[in-house]
């Protein structure tokens, strides 16, 4: 009978961490899920999804995830995968290594930042190589004093 209601129903969905307004914790966090910081946090967090930390949060930690939004503030190292998100109350005193980053006016950064590069976009079905093949060739024929249209 309980089995039945389980198989009828969708399968489980992972929810968000949540360090809620008034909690404290200490210690290190790895999570595949995304982590809402509303409270106070020591240690450091390693996180596969968004790891936000609310107006009210204070984080003093190394930070290393996807995506990483700072509303409150942050005292650490910040490692982000995909993009750090500083909004208007946002504070960050530490380092910023990121693909993207976007900076609300009203934010506190103290550090120094490191953009990863962001993988360049091809032409739809036309690989890498075939390019700089095109190029050497408009070259060669410029030179014998024909061009090729392409």
């Known amino acids: 009978m309980w089995n039945k209601r389980r198989q009828q129903g969708a399968p489980f ?72 998100i500083m909004t ?3 504070e960050l005193h530490g380092n910023i290594s990121a693909a993207a980053l976007s900076i609300t006016e009203g934010s506190l950064l103290n550090g120094s930042i490191a953009m990863q590069e962001q993988p360049t976009s091809e032409k739809a079905g036309e690989p890498k190589s075939n390019m700089k093949k095109d190029k050497a060739a408009k070259r060669s024929s410029k030179a014998e004093g024909t061009l090729e249209a392409g």
Do not use: M
């Open 88 to 90: 208007g109350t946002g």
């Open 13 to 84: 969905k992972s929810t968000d961490s949540l360090i809620g307004h008034g909690g404290t914790l200490e210690g290190k966090v790895h999570c595949d899920t995304n982590l809402r910081i509303e409270g106070t946090f020591s240690g450091e967090i390693i996180c596969s999804g968004i790891v936000t930390v609310g107006e009210e949060g204070t984080v003093r930690s190394s930070i290393r995830a996807e995506e990483i939004v700072i509303a409150g503030k942050v005292y650490g190292d910040v490692t982000v995968d995909r993009r750090l």
